[in-house]
């Protein structure tokens, strides 16, 4: 049972670029969607979340853009650079520590 | 503080072995999960822990066992391994939303 769609699978773009990786939930009590960035061979680490009282939220390079009505959330990388490559992983959940669902993931290549 | 650490980093096993995969966090987190990782698949949960003496379920429960008798520490534990089970684990822990994952533990079954 997928709750949380992510795509695309894999995604490459020129330095500079702007990759663009975008989620779709079913659950409307979900109320906390957080996106990972996880490099080869590291464990998954919180990149900006976001909570759906907000349209959008940017923290440096990285723009959670969040659409309650259509149930999607996307990232969005300004200017991306060839470390921003690793796979990128959207996530919900709903208030306090319930567990989280988490997308696919996205494997992102910013070449140079 | 190490944060969530994870033993061991590789291991292989026979087909029917036994092992048990130890996640440590320093943080003093209530809650701990067990995800695995597999290509195309994401991240899936196996079990978790709202505190110590306690475990739940998660989505991918069978073939695996779990333990928090100390509030540190998260024990995951396979009973008769089996090839399926080839997978990157990965141990979590929490105080409020955000997860604190470890390094991972490769484990491949033959």
């Known amino acids: 049972q997928q709750q949380v769609k992510q795509s695309p699978q894999s995604l490459i773009v020129q330095k500079g670029g702007i990759p663009i990786i975008n989620c779709a939930y079913e659950?409307?009590?979900?109320?906390?969607f957080p996106w990972y960035q996880q490099f080869p061979g590291k464990g998954p680490a919180l990149l900006i979340a976001i909570r759906p009282d907000v349209s959008e939220k940017k923290e440096g390079r990285f723009t959670i853009s969040f659409n309650k009505s259509a149930k999607q959330f996307s990232l969005h990388i300004m200017d991306s650079q060839p470390g921003d490559s690793a796979t990128y992983f959207c996530a919900a959940s709903i208030s306090g520590n319930t567990p989280l669902v988490f997308g696919k993931g996205t494997r992102l290549s910013v070449i140079a | 503080n190490a944060g969530v650490t994870q033993t061991p980093k590789f291991r292989v096993l026979k087909t029917g072995q036994s092992m048990t995969l130890l996640c440590a966090q320093d943080m003093n987190h209530e809650y701990m999960y067990w995800y695995r990782q597999d290509p195309g698949m994401g991240l899936r949960l196996i079990h978790y822990?709202?505190?110590?003496?306690?475990?739940a379920k998660g989505e991918v429960p069978d073939g695996y066992n779990v333990s928090r008798l100390k509030k540190q520490n998260f024990l995951l534990g396979l009973e008769s391994a089996a090839p399926s089970q080839t997978s990157v684990y990965f141990c979590a822990s929490s105080y409020s939303q955000q997860r604190y994952f470890g390094p991972g533990t490769r484990l491949t079954v033959t």
């Open positions: 659950n409307t009590a979900f109320d906390y």
């Open positions: 822990s709202v505190g110590e003496g306690t475990t």
